[in-house]
């Protein structure tokens, strides 16, 4: 698979690091020289020196030929700019554009983006789930529309121990997955809950947090 990236600062770097040796061809741009030296002396990728937005630039190091366009540029407006130029005009299959501030996302997605990694995001997540009761946990949250995917494990003194999964299902949640024991299966609306279950909820953030919480509430 060819990766190109945008930018090798210090996730740019770490990416190409990563990529490069599990046998992707990767190249990177970088506009400081510095960095740019330094990748190229300590990774297998292809370091090119120079502006991001640089057409010819781009042709160069293969932007017409890359599988997968990773912008990790520490700008967000720049970001935006260069998702744009990758989609219109030289057509990159898949953008992953890696920004800091959640409220830019749309803007990017909007540029033509296939996936945003929000780090601001991310941070929150993390937070949140040290703040967390220990029983429960944000595996993923989208805030377009505060869709989670949260983890919680039911108790012995849980009051939904015994019952089905269709009893704390509702309209807007799915029970998608539980881990019992060493195996992870589908349950049906049958499937009765058990002691050390760790359920995968699905949905709103609401909903989701009803149920967390009814799992969590002793009978």
């Given amino acids: 698979m060819q990766t190109l990236i945008a930018g090798g600062g210090t996730i740019g770097s770490k990416l190409a690091m990563y990529l490069s040796e599990r046998g992707n061809d990767v190249t990177v741009i970088e506009e400081d020289r510095a960095k ?34 990773i912008v990790a540029l520490g700008d967000d407006q720049l970001t935006r700019k260069v998702v744009e130029v990758a989609k219109s005009q030289f057509g990159v299959p898949r ?11 749309e803007q990017i997605r909007a540029s033509g983006a296939n996936r945003v990694i929000c780090s601001e995001d991310e941070v929150l997540n993390k937070v949140e789930n040290v703040l967390e009761p220990s029983t429960s946990k944000t595996i993923y949250r989208d805030n377009r529309g505060e869709f989670l995917i949260s983890k919680v494990s039911v108790s012995a003194g849980s009051r939904v121990l015994g019952k ?30 058990e002691m050390g279950d760790e359920l995968f909820i699905i949905g709103r953030q609401e909903h989701v947090d009803r149920v967390v919480d009814m799992v969590n509430e002793e009978g």
Wanted: charged content about 25%; hydrophobic content about 40%; glycine content about 6%.
């Fill in 95 to 105: 953008v992953v554009a890696i920004v800091n501030e959640s409220a830019l996302c």
């Fill in 36 to 69: 740019s030296e330094w990748l190229s002396k300590n990774s297998d990728a292809k370091v090119y020196n120079g502006n991001v937005l640089n057409s010819e630039l781009l042709k160069e190091a293969g932007i017409d030929r890359t599988d997968t366009l």
């Fill in 164 to 193: 089905p999964v269709s009893s704390i299902e509702e309209k807007f949640i799915k029970v998608s997955g539980i881990f019992r024991g060493q195996a992870l299966f589908f349950p049906t609306n049958d499937t009765t809950l």
